[in-house]
């Protein structure tokens, strides 16, 4: 069992940016791959981004490619995602994840939700202008 805790969300301007930082409890965080989702309101969840248990592996949607980066911290237990040039259409509850299955990379299905098995309860990020 591995218990994850999202913190850093807020109501911030067009533009801005902003860090989302994701605590784990449990079992070795190390084991872990970990994602990032998001869900606005009266959408489905969506991927955002993900990284192997090393951080040496990361994946990113079009959507927030070259806005946002994961990273982390496996001694603190900790993973961020660092958001810049916010838009609009980057608000939504965001989500970490992680999927325990061993493995030096990520999984095939990085981007979909059944492919992580722990999840947070989620932050809020509002963009407003």
């Known amino acids: 069992q591995v218990q994850l805790v999202e913190s850093g969300g807020g109501v911030v301007q067009i533009g801005a940016s902003l860090r989302l930082s994701c605590t784990a409890s449990?079992?070795?965080?190390?084991?872990?791959?970990m994602g990032w989702f998001r869900q606005a309101p009266g959408k489905e969840r969506e991927f955002v981004a993900a990284?192997?248990?090393?951080?040496?592996?990361?994946q990113y949607a079009d959507s927030v490619k070259r806005r946002f980066t994961a990273s982390r911290d496996n001694a603190k237990n900790t993973m961020w995602l660092e958001m810049d040039r916010l838009q609009f259409a980057d608000t939504a509850v965001y989500y970490c994840?992680?999927?325990?299955?061993?493995?030096?990379?990520?999984?095939?299905?990085?981007?979909?939700?059944?492919?992580?098995?722990?999840w947070g309860q989620g932050t809020q990020v509002t963009v407003s202008s």
């Open positions: 994840a992680a999927d325990p299955s061993p493995r030096s990379g990520l999984s095939a299905h990085y981007d979909r939700t059944d492919s992580y098995q722990y």
């Open positions: 449990g079992r070795d965080f190390s084991d872990y791959a």
């Open positions: 990284i192997s248990w090393s951080g040496g592996v990361q």
